[in-house]
């Protein structure tokens, strides 16, 4: 795929570094256009060895190439990666004052704007309007994170990491249409990862879910404008996503107490967790130890089915007009296949929606990527193409929109 890396001129264009070299090497053809200002952060023989293309801030260069025009209209994905408030203001209002904000203007594929300013700034009515003119033309801004800024200061401004900025500019590639803004203000919680069931000090019962699913399905939402609550099990070695708010847990009953305190209110509820089926009875205050105290059987206990307990909320009146997003992990068997087995977990349980996923042999649990069915209380059925998990989160979080509109 052919990219243009857009460089604006903040103290986090050295980021942009991380960013070209990540998009090539995934195979992409990448040209870094940076600003005059960016080149006072960054040479531009960095951007020249990274991309392994020349680098250039001005109309008058490679005249006959006409390159102001055609890096637009050739490229696939545009990514400003840092977008400043200057640079934004200058794009939102047509500027063609240079190479980059000239590609801008002649590109007609996804464009992703990635901001990184004081909070100040960001908040500023000036780039809160331009923000809002540069998403109603359909380009995606990213939502930035939170954290130290310049000098002493912290706040919500901080450029993302290279990985989420890259993560989302993969998403438009397979998505190949920009990300709508069609949660702006809703309020979804999301719940990741799986749960772990104590049976003495140092062991536990658990599943293998990693947490990704879910982590994808809250990061997709917030940049989709949703004020989002991560509820998060078990999920080692997962960054917190930016513009969203994480309730830590670790076992299945902890779980329900969160879901039950976030859910009021919320506009959404998607139940992407592995929360355990059971839990040991009873729980050593120490070791289990062979041959000393081991039992012969652990007794278990079932935990209560939070999914079907917020359709009964609903039910009850103590949740009005949630959208209620189950999940479900399937193998088929001699007596039915994956879908029949989903097909009566969706009428079993009562919520909106169900994502079902075939698991097993390398699917679904601890990899990148997703697939399988989404199933409508309405009976429609709509199939999940292969692809990343936010790839997936996406398509699932249009049927969400679809709802809550």
């Known amino acids: 795929m052919r990219i243009v890396v857009g460089v604006g001129g903040g103290i986090a264009a050295y980021k942009a570094c991380s960013l070209v070299r990540k998009f090539t090497e995934a195979g992409h053809q990448v040209r870094v256009i940076p600003t005059e200002s960016?080149?006072?952060?960054v040479g531009k023989a960095t951007f020249e060895a990274l991309s392994g293309n020349p680098v250039h801030t001005g109309v008058f260069?490679?005249?006959?190439?006409?390159?102001h025009v055609r890096l637009g209209q050739e490229a696939e994905l545009v990514v400003i990666a840092p977008a400043t408030a200057d640079l934004m203001a200058r794009a939102a209002s047509g500027r063609a004052d240079g190479l980059l904000t000239a590609t801008l203007l002649t590109a007609r594929c996804p464009v992703l704007f990635a901001p990184a300013m004081h909070t100040e700034m960001w908040e500023h009515p000036a780039t809160v309007a331009n923000v809002a003119t540069l998403r109603s033309r359909g380009v995606t801004v990213m939502e930035p994170a939170s954290g130290r800024l310049t000098g002493a200061d912290t706040g919500s401004?901080?450029?993302?990491?290279?990985e989420e900025i890259y993560a989302l500019g993969a998403l438009l590639l397979e998505r190949s249409d920009s990300l709508p803004r069609d949660l702006d203000g809703r309020r979804i919680v999301v719940s990741a990862g799986g749960t772990r069931e104590p049976l003495d000090p140092v062991r536990f019962l658990g599943n293998r879910s990693s947490g990704k699913q879910g982590y994808a399905m809250a990061w997709v939402a917030?940049?989709?404008g949703a004020r989002v609550t991560l509820i998060a099990g078990n999920t080692i070695?997962?960054?917190?996503?930016?513009?969203?708010?994480?309730?830590q847990v670790t076992t299945a009953e902890q779980m329900g107490t969160a879901v039950d305190k976030h859910s009021v209110g919320a506009d959404a509820v998607?139940?992407?967790a592995a929360v355990a089926?059971?839990?040991?009875?009873?729980?050593?205050v120490a070791k289990i130890k062979k041959g000393v105290n081991d039992p012969d059987t652990i007794e278990l206990v079932k935990n209560r089915d939070i999914l079907a307990g917020l359709v009964q909320a609903r039910r009850d009146g103590?949740?009005?007009g949630t959208a209620i997003v189950g999940f479900a992990a399937e193998t088929g068997d001699e007596n039915g296949d994956v879908l029949t087995y989903a097909r009566a977990k969706l009428a079993r349980k009562g919520c909106d929606l169900l994502v079902v996923n075939a698991v097993g042999d390398g699917k679904a649990f601890e990899v990148d990527n997703n697939d399988g069915w989404l199933l409508g209380a309405d009976g429609t059925e709509q199939a999940l193409d292969h692809g990343s998990k936010a790839l997936l989160a996406s398509r699932v979080l249009d049927a969400v929109g679809s709802l809550l509109h």
Not at 38 to 41: D, G, H, I
Not at 61 to 67: G, H, I, K, Q, S
């Open 277 to 284: 089926d059971f839990r040991p009875a009873n729980v050593a």
């Open 38 to 41: 960016a080149l006072q952060f």
């Open 61 to 67: 260069a490679d005249v006959p190439e006409v390159p």
């Open 318 to 320: 103590r949740l009005t």
């Open 270 to 272: 998607v139940m992407a």
């Open 237 to 247: 070695g997962l960054a917190p996503p930016a513009a969203v708010d994480v309730v």
């Open 157 to 162: 401004g901080r450029l993302p990491e290279a």
């Open 222 to 224: 917030a940049q989709r």
